[in-house]
Structure formats: C-alpha cells, structure tokens
C-alpha cells in the first residue's frame, strides 16, 4: 500500500505541476516563475496535508523526487507549451487525474495517521484542491475550486468512498482505486455536461 500511496503521490504532482506551469506560461512568466507554479501546483496541497497531520518534515521537500517530478513537468511544458496548449481537452483529463490522485492518497495517508473519518475526507479534499488554489491566488485569479464544476465535491466523493472501505474493513487497494475512478468520472462529466453547483446571484 505505502508503494501505491507513492505512485500515486508523484503521478498526481506530475500532473499538478504541468498544470501550474501552462498557467505560468499563459501568463507569461519567465522559467523561474514557471518552475515555481508548478512547484506549487504540484505540491501544495500535499505539504499541507503532511503539517496538519504531523507528517514532518512534509515528503514533499524530503524526497527529492517530488521536487524533481515538479521541475521536469515545468521544463517540459516550457519548452513544449505549444503542443501542450493544443491539447487543451487532454490537459482537463490530465487535471481531473491528478484531482483523483491527491484525493484518494490523501485520504489514505490522513487515515494512516489516525485521523477520524470525517477529518480525513476533508484533509483528501484539502490535498486534491491546495496546489490549485495557490496557483491561482500567485497569479491573482479566483481559486477554479469556487467556480468550477464540480470540482470540489468530485475530491470529496473519492476522498469519502476511501473512508467508507476503511470503516467497512474493504481492502485499502481497491477502495482506492474505486474512489479515484470516482472522482475522475465526476469530474469529466461535471466538465462535458456543465454539471455544478447553484451560483450565487446577486440582487438587482
């Protein structure tokens, strides 16, 4: 289990990261800021997952390899921005991959350290959609978590199907992989059909 908490840990940072690094480039930042965002990006959410859970110091900034998934994401997208902003559909399903992963990992290892179920949910949440907010906060744009469809609550239904197989005693792999398939599915659906939630309409 620990090796598949890793693969997916570095799959979905890998994904965050080319993520922070297209926005970087459409924002037209130099290489230093665009290896920052998707340091960001891909990582986040996962240093703060490993601080609220006591997790110190976070994988993220002890294992070399989170750092270099991060600055080889960058690098590739930095020089290979144009093909990958061609395949815009494709880098919403890299997205919605990397959503998945960070929920269900996150998840699993809050509920490794003794978190109570509801707790870890929300910390699988918390690891699906941290990078993400930062990244959009650095480069002064709404969160996408508050205006997306169903982006958040896609991270908590994985994150709750992980829980659920915890409490039910269902082995850990394939509760994982259940509730990221989960979450993946809500999230391309949400983005093919419009799927979200009410918006908040300002009286006139």
Known sequence: MNTLLLVLDLVGTFVFA??????????RLDLFGVLVLSFVAGNFGGITRDLMIGSVPPEAISDWRYVAVSLVAGVVTFNFFPIIDRLGSAVLLFDGAGLALFAVSGTQK????GLNPIMAALLGMLTGIG???VRDVLVAEIPIVLRADLYAVAALAGAAVVVIGSLVQFPSAPATIVGATLCFGLRVMAVRY????PVARPRK
């Open 18 to 27: 080319l993520s922070g690094a297209g926005v970087a480039l459409r924002r």
């Open 110 to 113: 809050a509920l490794d350290f």
């Open 131 to 133: 990078g993400g907010m």
């Open 194 to 197: 419009g799927w979200h939630l």
